[in-house]
């Protein structure tokens, strides 16, 4: 297996995403976490190399999916009742649906993966790695016609809109987090040049597409494909998605990385931007610990460049699907400037073969993180006293103010024991959950201990 420290990649960046000690070779130099490349894409996920076998039980399910939606297709073109209408579709479509099968199958391929089952997983509902097919047809095949929607094209307008809420942008080392197929990555990094870009993701398909095109410089055919007729369309057309013009070889400061946003493999205050576009709502988890991810691997100084919409999946908790303003909000607590915001309403997903499209509403905007830990703000009224930022930001330090409460409770003597003005909640509630009882969530009972015990102080106080 190829190593880790062989990859064209700024290894120094790297670090094991279960324990943050180095990576030596292919493993830990802590707890001894294996883990393992896509092609020459360094893969660094907390659950080592399970997650390629996952990968691959994933392309095993898809290969079986697509045989049985051949085969039936297949059986229906045996029929003597189909007209040669109907025929001509139907064929078009199994060749497009065979083409696109034989393109995955083969991508992945392309980068040491196999089609395999896996026990551990069969009765695990797993995810599709063509989940986002046409991003990759966005990012890097709709171009090639006319947009009916955009004054040139739909990536333009994208860059354009991320330029526009970053003034005088110094981007030093860069990092996308859930880059996708790659192309805003492309675009900012060619159009500003940082020192590098890191492009992340965990998706293997659209992780191995984007460093095709980008850093292999290999081109690509995928077909689009419709199953539903549309008047003056086509059905199908099959896409060759030419690598990125580059004639000063920028690429060679590209890198793409299969990580988990929530466990990320790098060091602490590693980077000097954080991009995030398309993703704020679309990763199941709570915005302010995305906000925490980003606020620890940013370096102070550095900036979060954040884009798209706030349409977040069905399954999240109403409590998450948080506006723009509360997202401002938590990004201030958590010891951003927010500088540039927009808001702009745009044609998405917008294909030339396609009479349908999505209408989307998109927020960006761009926020410092202070250089300088201001001092916690003094409590201006109850409200104040009740929600600090740190019992809000989780990850923030809990200052070290007199908690007055009953040490009763040997939890509370506990907690109240590990407050030494740096560590977080999340920090404490780690500490503390090996004591509790099973199914108690340490974090929850954490927060919830200090909010009474203000809750306590602001009713004296009053
Ligand atoms: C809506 S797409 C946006 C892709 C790209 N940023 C763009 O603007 O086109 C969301 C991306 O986030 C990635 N993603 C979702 N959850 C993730 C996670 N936990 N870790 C890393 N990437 C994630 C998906 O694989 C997908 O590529």
């Known amino acids: 297996m190829t190593e880790l420290g062989n990859f064209d990649f700024p290894a120094e960046m790297l670090v094991c995403p279960v324990c943050a000690k180095d990576v030596v070779a292919s493993y830990c130099s802590g ?5 393992f490349s896509l092609g020459d894409i360094p893969c660094l ?10 990968w691959q ?15 039936h297709l297949d059986y229906i073109l045996q029929g003597y009742d189909i007209s040669p209408l109907t025929r001509n579709r139907l064929e078009q479509s199994r060749d497009a649906m065979s083409e696109s099968l034989d393109m ?7 980068a040491g993966l196999v089609s395999r089952r896996e026990p551990l997983f069969e009765q695990a509902r797993v995810d599709n790695p063509t989940e986002y097919y046409h991003h990759i047809l966005r990012d890097w095949a709709w171009d090639a016609e006319p947009s009916k929607h955009y004054r040139t094209h739909v990536n333009e307008a994208n860059l354009e809109r991320v330029l526009n809420v970053w003034k005088n942008p110094r981007p030093g080392k860069m990092l996308f987090l859930g880059a996708g197929a790659g192309r805003l990555s492309w675009d900012l990094h060619k159009a500003l040049q940082p020192e590098f870009t890191i492009a992340s993701d965990i998706n293997p398909f659209l992780l191995t597409c984007a460093n095709s095109l980008i850093k292999r410089r290999r081109s690509i055919t995928l077909p689009e494909l419709y199953t539903y007729p549309q ?20 690429h060679e400061h590209w890198y793409a990385l299969g990580a988990d946003v929530w466990n990320m493999p790098l060091k602490e205050n590693c980077v000097d931007t954080i991009v ?41 908790s109403f409590d998450l699907k948080y506006s723009a303003e509360e997202i401002l909000d938590f990004a201030q607590m958590a010891g951003f400037d927010v500088e540039q915001q927009s808001v702009e309403e745009i044609a998405h997903m917008a294909s030339p073969l396609n009479a349908r499209y999505h209408h989307e509403q998109i927020f960006s905007f761009s926020a410092c ?34 908690f007055q409460c009953q040490m009763g409770h040997e939890f509370i003597r506990q907690v109240l024991g590990l407050v030494d ?14 004591g509790l009882p099973e199914g108690v969530d340490a974090k929850e009972a954490v927060i919830a201990l200090f909010g009474q015990i203000l809750e306590q102080m602001a009713d004296v106080g009053e």
């Open 31 to 35: 707890c001894n976490s294996e883990f």
């Open 45 to 54: 996920f907390t659950t080592g190399i399970q997650q390629k076998n996952l």
């Open 57 to 71: 039980h994933q392309m095993a399910m898809m290969e079986s999916q697509g045989a049985d939606a051949l085969e």
């Open 104 to 110: 995955i199958m083969g991508q992945l391929k392309g």
């Open 231 to 250: 008047i003056g369309y086509p059905f199908s057309r099959s896409w060759v998605m030419q690598p990125p013009d580059d004639p000063g070889k920028l």
């Open 276 to 316: 995030t576009s398309w993703l704020l709502d679309v990763t199941g988890g709570d915005v302010k610990d995305l906000i925490s991810v980003i606020d620890y691997l940013l370096k102070p100084g550095g900036y979060w460049i954040n884009t798209g919409p706030l349409l977040y999946s069905g399954q999240l």
């Open 369 to 402: 993180k202070r250089a300088d830990s201001r001092p916690a703000p003094v409590p201006g009224n109850t409200d104040d006293w009740l929600t600090p930022p740190w019992l809000i930001m989780h990850h923030q330090p809990v200052p070290r103010i007199n």
């Open 421 to 434: 003005g740096k560590r977080s909640i999340y920090l404490i509630a780690q500490m503390v959950q090996p």
